[in-house]
């Protein structure tokens, strides 16, 4: 574990970058310094970048949006967030009843991607990052349940980062769920190792020639570590570096304060 500059010149010879995006990227709508000039250097080297994120508030398109108002200027190619895994496992299943715990934002993707979202007898409850959420809703969730409708979620982080400080995630509203029904949804974001593998195989890259930068051990070191990936953790969101020494579980291969020290590195 290090962070001096001799040794991250390791990470330069990566063909594959995955970035986690609240806490590594940005916090809130304020993206950290550097990023500008980090997309625009493995553009010019010519190296496959992508930005993942656990945080399903919004639809891909309204990602896409809030990225390139910061004039990252990429294309939804880009962008691998916990609902993909989500609605491709769905669509497997064949289920299209759907009670989503969700915004609007991502209730509107759901719909384009063919889903009917339905208050009365779903064949699934998903469980996503719903900031519209009501404590009406959340009984009626409840009552589904302990009907024991499947259950599933995009992902399950206790918290989300902003500028004021945290806030519940779809992780906290998951543990009120289990506090009244003792159940427990199926997760498909982060830590879920085939959010990175299912990438390297389309483009046949080992995991070891890619690497992930992110601010939280549970989520995005230990996903790199399980898939094989090389890791990278960034103090700039959750972590601290007390956090790091204490986890007897997930070790990252490299500590940076924050993306714009790799950057420096990667010029």
């Known amino acids: 574990m290090t962070s ?24 809130g709508n304020k993206l950290f310094d550097g990023v500008t000039e980090l997309i625009s250097i493995l553009k010019n080297k010519n190296k496959n970048f992508y930005f993942l994120s656990n945080n399903s508030s919004k639809s891909t398109s309204d990602y896409l949006r809030k990225l390139n108002k910061m004039n990252l200027n990429i294309t939804r190619d880009n962008i691998i967030l916990s609902q993909h895994p989500t609605i491709a496992y769905l669509k497997k299943k064949s289920y299209e009843k759907i009670f989503l715990l969700g915004t609007e934002s991502l209730k509107k993707e759901f719909r384009e991607e063919g889903f009917i979202l339905t208050e ?89 020639d890619a690497v992930i930068f992110g601010d939280r051990l549970y989520t995005d070191i230990k996903m790199g570590i399980e898939s094989g990936v090389t890791t990278c953790c960034v103090l700039s969101g959750e972590i601290t570096m007390e956090m790091i020494h204490n986890s007897t579980d997930f070790q990252p291969d490299f500590i940076i304060n924050g993306i714009w020290e790799f950057v420096n590195t990667l010029k």
Do not use: W
Not at 4 to 27: A, R
């Open 4 to 27: 001096n500059h001799q040794n991250l010149s390791e990470l330069t010879k990566k063909l594959i970058y995955f970035f986690d995006l609240d806490g590594t990227i940005y916090l």
């Open 120 to 208: 009365t007898e779903p064949e699934i409850l998903v469980l996503a990052f719903d900031q519209d959420l009501t404590y009406e809703r959340l009984a009626q969730a409840s009552f589904f349940l302990q009907e024991n409708i499947p259950y599933i979620a995009t992902h399950l982080d206790d918290r989300c980062p902003t500028e004021e400080g945290y806030i519940p995630d779809a992780g906290g509203i998951a543990a009120l769920l289990y506090k009244a029904t003792e159940r427990m949804p199926k997760v498909f974001g982060k830590p879920n190792k085939e959010m990175l593998l299912f990438k390297l195989k389309e483009l046949d890259v080992s995991p070891k």
